[in-house]
């Protein structure tokens, strides 16, 4: 699951404060939640993209073009490869960052990033199906 692991990938050694990721579902709702306290996408990306200035900015990075805050690593397609099971498949996923979301769901691949009514530190994400 690339969305848990980048959860470690990206913050190993680098917790600002509580480390780990909570991940949790139910069966009931068809629900997975993942959450981390970790840098954040827009820290994480800023490694290799500086003139980064905002957490909707990172978002739709992270989620459209293939770029890694593993640099020198090749890698960069875990959440573009999550956007695409969700856009082929009945699932939805909300997904925030600092102080950006976005929700994506079946047949829509357009990412829209709008602001979060109150910003985070990490990740924050729900798959239901």
């Known amino acids: 699951m690339a969305i848990g692991n980048n959860s470690f990938d990206h913050n190993l050694g680098n917790w600002p404060d509580i480390g780990g990721v909570l991940f949790s579902y139910n069966l009931q709702n068809k629900s997975v939640v993942l959450a981390d306290r970790g840098l954040g996408i827009l820290a994480t990306l800023k490694r290799v993209l500086p003139e980064l200035n905002s957490a909707d900015e990172a978002l739709k990075v992270a989620f459209t073009k293939t770029v890694s805050g593993r640099f020198p690593e090749t890698r960069g397609n875990g959440l573009k490869f999550v956007r695409t ?37 990490g990740c924050f994400a729900i798959i239901r199906l």
């Not at 099971?85 to 829209?112: C, H, R, W």
């Open 85 to 121: 099971i969700i856009i082929d498949n009945p699932f939805t996923l909300y997904f925030q960052t600092g102080d950006a979301y976005l929700y994506l769901k079946q047949d829509e691949s357009d990412v829209i990033i709008q602001p979060a009514k109150t910003p985070i530190r």
